[in-house]
């Protein structure tokens, strides 16, 4: 457990529809990172943040942006959600010994 | 894009028997890690082995790296229905994104009691 919580844990929402999923750490991680999780795919990196303010994209941002106003807190927003954006999230921090711990995942459903 | 390649993908066993999961992957890493999930479940971390590392422990566990054959093994010993899981190797790439993990697509390992 590397002190990281996701929520909301379950979401089911409309097509068109705003959707924000937040991650939240405990112990001051530089590096934070969003993935998703899909059948035949397997996790791809979405988004990452390298401190507060510092963002990059992954291999899958379209669709997605992300902020990182508190070192604690890295958000996901997807700004008009889509059925292919159904998927399981999972945010996941970067320790000073390089690995890489996940959260326990958002699921969301747009239907 | 895919860095990984666990083999087998699914592998179905009797408890007490040792399981092996192998990885592949690609271009040049810094480190290689092992995650174990169970259905529904996020990811748990098992190991992180460097690239200048060849074997690594922890418990019933058992990391391998082969840089020059760019692979990586994890054996688990003695086996237990706990175990059943999907395992994923996960490589950070030199030269890639900070901390972008590569992952593949797991080997679902059954272990029956």
């Known amino acids: 457990d590397a002190g990281i919580t996701q929520s909301p844990r379950h979401k089911v929402t409309e097509t068109g529809t705003p959707v924000t999923l937040r991650c939240h750490q405990t112990?001051?991680?530089?590096?934070m990172y969003w993935y998703r999780q899909d059948p035949g795919h397997g996790l791809r990196l979405i988004h990452y943040?390298?401190?507060?303010?510092?963002?990059d994209k992954g291999e899958v941002s379209d669709g997605y942006s992300v902020s990182r106003s508190k070192t604690e807190d890295f958000l996901l927003t997807l700004e008009s959600a889509t059925s292919s954006q159904t998927s399981v999230y999972f945010c996941?921090?970067?320790?000073?010994?390089?690995?890489?711990?996940f959260g326990e995942g958002s699921w969301l459903t747009v239907v | 894009s895919q860095q990984g390649e666990e083999d087998p993908q699914a592998l179905s066993i009797q408890e007490g028997e040792n399981a092996t999961m192998n990885c592949s992957y690609k271009?040049?890493?810094?480190?290689l890690q092992w995650y174990r999930q169970n259905s529904g479940r996020g990811l748990v971390h098992l190991i992180l082995?460097?690239?200048?590392?060849r074997e690594k422990h922890s418990g019933r566990l058992r990391v391998t790296l082969d840089t020059s054959k760019k692979s990586s093994s994890l054996l688990i010993t003695a086996s237990r229905a706990a175990d059943t899981a999907s395992y994923f190797c996960?490589?950070?790439?030199?030269?890639?994104?900070?901390?972008?993990?590569?992952f593949g697509k797991g080997t679902k390992l059954s272990v029956k009691p």
């Open positions: 996941a921090i970067k320790d000073s010994g390089n690995t890489i711990y």
């Open positions: 112990e001051n991680h530089r590096y």
């Open positions: 943040s390298y401190g507060v303010k510092d963002t």
């Open positions: 271009t040049s890493i810094n480190n």
């Open positions: 082995i460097r690239s200048n590392e």
């Open positions: 996960a490589t950070d790439a030199t030269g890639g994104s900070q901390g972008n993990l590569i």
